[in-house]
């Protein structure tokens, strides 16, 4: 059974404001996670790998907690430009490549 | 400008046509998918070529037949579609990695309207 699971949003919050998004996945086996970002109309794009040590990147942080099957995505002092849905993807065992997108959650952020 | 490029951007066909979508890259990854994707969706796995080999087909109907003629080109030929397959495919490839980091990179899609 591959299953990613996300908050279902949308969250709407001001500028400036900090954002959590969580991801649960249901195959324990698996090995990588990571988030990907999504404009209205356009292609995703890698927004971060997450390492079982949790790793930032600027106002990013992704934590993965393998025991709960968890990963989160904290998002801090939040831009206009931080609009977009978030997806959670996580690779499933078995075959190499098999890179399954959770539902998304979609953010909006309001001056 | 994206590096997975993929051809038509739009493409509108009768149930009873036959047509083709292309994906090229050039980045020398050995890896090449091929996604769906409705609207408010997320993408869904179709196929997954790695080293020209098809390693994953998600159950995907026949009417939609995958081809890896190289490690730089994968098609998606369709036939017979219904109109509940229009949506965007998407055209993705990654460098398969020994500690399964598959980063992917994709291309903007073909928007494909079965009338």
């Known amino acids: 059974r591959k299953e990613v699971e996300q908050d279902p949003g949308p969250f709407n919050v001001p500028e400036g404001a900090t954002v959590a998004f969580n991801c649960t996945y249901s195959?324990?086996?698996?090995?990588?996670f990571f988030w990907y970002r999504q404009d209205c109309r356009k292609e995703p794009k890698l927004l971060m790998s997450v390492y079982s040590s949790g790793n930032e990147d600027g106002r990013f942080t992704a934590q993965l907690n393998r025991a709960s099957q968890y990963i989160s995505l904290l998002i801090r002092d939040s831009k206009l430009s931080d609009s977009a849905t978030y997806l959670c993807?996580?690779?499933?065992?078995?075959?190499?490549?098999?890179?399954?997108f959770g539902k998304g959650t979609k953010l909006s952020v309001k001056p | 400008d994206t590096e997975v490029t993929q051809t038509p951007k739009h493409l509108v066909m009768g149930m009873t046509n036959k047509k083709s979508l292309k994906c090229e890259q050039h980045m020398g990854h050995r890896a090449m998918y091929w996604y769906k994707q409705k609207a408010k969706k997320p993408p869904e796995l179709m196929f997954v070529y790695s080293y020209e080999k098809l390693s994953i087909n998600e159950s995907v109907p026949s009417r939609f037949s995958p081809e890896c003629p190289n490690s730089s080109l994968l098609n998606l030929h369709l036939h017979a579609l219904q109109p509940e397959d229009s949506a965007l495919y998407l055209c993705a490839s990654s460098q398969p990695s020994g500690s399964g980091a598959n980063v992917l990179t994709f291309g903007a899609g073909s928007r494909l309207t079965v009338l």
């Open positions: 993807v996580v690779e499933f065992g078995g075959s190499q490549g098999n890179l399954i």
């Open positions: 195959n324990s086996a698996s090995q990588s």
